[in-house]
């Protein structure tokens, strides 16, 4: 059965893109991503899932910096519930999700380029560096009401050079982050993920 996915971004919008790509190619054929939401008027991803025929808004999330002030999280949790999702996805959305948001939908994940629980928050590649790591990556987990905290789907690892760049890192990052999203997405909408405390099976 078809499940229904809003997808939260904040910036340039490769995973979103990375996530409709699988979608329009098939792996994930039965998804359909119903809106793509910013709390970033100015961010790219807006423009490049309009130009691939999604309805694209950036939605106020009000005048808080990190989070959602009380007329921007009813803003948020009004268009989730109208739109009947069953999951929100979050692809480089920078801010801390309320749980009334968490709680309006089956589940939410985040993807986020570290190896958690290490390096979690903001600017994790740069953190990465600055404590001189040999392997870093990106994790896809479920969203709890922590701060990158959610019971863990699929981590990827890169090694990280001695000359690496926080930008180098970071590419080498989200080019495994466009392969684990989709996978975590696949399994979750075929009901293949079990979750047991902190652990979550994969049913193969
Ligand atoms: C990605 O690297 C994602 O993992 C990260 O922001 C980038 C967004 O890129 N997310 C976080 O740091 C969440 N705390 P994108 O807009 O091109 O997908």
Redo the contacts with the bound molecule.
């Keep these: 059965m078809t499940k229904r996915a809003i997808i939260l ?1 904040s ?6 893109l990375a996530i409709i790509k699988a979608v329009k190619e098939g792996y994930l054929k039965d998804l359909e991503i119903i809106k793509v939401i910013s709390d970033n008027p100015e961010a790219p ?1 807006i423009e490049k899932a309009k130009a691939e025929g999604y309805d694209a808004t950036y939605v106020s999330p009000g005048a808080k910096k990190a989070r959602f002030d009380e007329e921007g999280l009813k803003r948020y949790v009004g268009i989730i519930r109208e739109s009947g999702a069953n999951y929100i996805f ?5 801010r801390i999700l309320d749980e009334k948001i968490i709680n309006s939908v089956d589940a939410v994940l ?4 570290s190896l958690l629980p290490s390096f979690k ?2 600017n ?1 590649q740069k953190q990465a560096i600055e404590y001189g790591v040999k392997v870093s990556g ?1 994790t896809v987990h479920f969203v709890d009401a922590g701060v ?1 905290t959610g019971p863990i789907i699929i981590q990827r690892t890169v090694p990280v050079y001695a000359d690496d760049t926080e930008e180098s890192l ?1 590419e080498r ?2 080019a495994e ?1 466009h392969k684990a999203y989709p996978y975590a997405i696949k399994k979750l909408i075929e009901d293949k993920l079990e979750i047991h405390g902190r652990i979550v099976k994969i049913k193969e």
């Design positions: 971004i910036g340039r919008g490769s995973n979103l991803g979050l692809a480089g959305f920078m985040n993807i986020h380029p928050g903001l994790a990106c990158d970071a990052i989200l982050e």
